[in-house]
């Protein structure tokens, strides 16, 4: 049973550029949750999606959107990217919305703006 | 102020030995909690969820008290393998994780 997958795993990126990350969650879980996690600090919640909207919304700007297809599968859009978005990005599924069941993380894809 | 605030360390203890530390919340209407261990450069992973009757797993006890928004982790006979950051985690509509606690254990 696969878990959560994401890609890419690692990528650099410059300033001023888009970035699409993408995130598959684990069978028979249909809530997507990302989180953003800099150098030393716990992760911060970006959004959450279900049922293919987003649901809540973290302290972040609209530079950072996101989309969930049918199939439960997620991307986070990251547009105008700064030196400051360099960080892991989570993503996380949960098989309800109302995460009393607990999360699985992905791996993570670790984001480089230069 | 924070959502989680953790202790943070970092705790550098010998095999064997016991170590605990704690995280305040501020949210009362935080519905479920969490510690989640994280290694170095991987993604989290849930370490035990935390009742508010307190609960063991093995050599892990967690404990919750509400009426304070404290959440504590005390982890008996340190093994080499406990070395990791352990974050505090509590629940509302989202996952808040506090900053992490890291823990090295030394031979």
């Known amino acids: 049973d696969a878990g959560v997958t994401q890609s890419p795993t690692h990528l650099i990126k410059t300033r001023g550029q888009q970035v699409t990350l993408r995130c598959s969650p684990k069978s028979g879980h249909d809530t997507v949750s990302w989180y953003q996690q800099a150098l030393g600090q716990g992760p911060q919640f970006i959004f959450q999606y279900y049922e293919e909207e987003e649901r809540q919304r973290g302290n972040f700007p609209d530079r950072f959107s996101g989309h969930q297809f049918p199939n439960y599968s997620s991307e986070l859009n990251v547009n105008a990217l700064l030196l400051g978005d360099s960080a892991l990005y989570l993503c996380?599924?949960?098989?309800?919305?109302?995460?009393?069941?607990?999360?699985?993380f992905g791996s993570g894809t670790r984001l480089t703006v230069v | 102020r924070k959502e989680v605030e953790q202790d943070p360390g970092p705790f550098n203890v010998p095999e064997g030995a016991t170590v605990a530390f704690n995280c305040t919340y501020s949210?009362?209407?935080?519905?479920?909690f969490f510690w989640y261990r994280q290694d170095c450069r991987k993604e989290p992973k849930l370490l035990m969820s935390v009742y508010s009757s307190g609960n063991e797993d093995g050599r892990f006890t967690a404990q919750l008290n509400r009426a304070s928004q404290y959440i504590s982790l005390l982890i008996r006979d340190s093994k080499l393998s406990d070395s990791a950051t352990y974050l505090c985690v509590v629940n509302v509509y989202k996952l808040s994780f506090g900053a992490g606690t890291t823990v090295t254990v030394r031979a």
């Open positions: 949210n009362s209407a935080s519905q479920s």
């Open positions: 996380a599924s949960s098989p309800k919305g109302d995460g009393v069941y607990g999360y699985t």
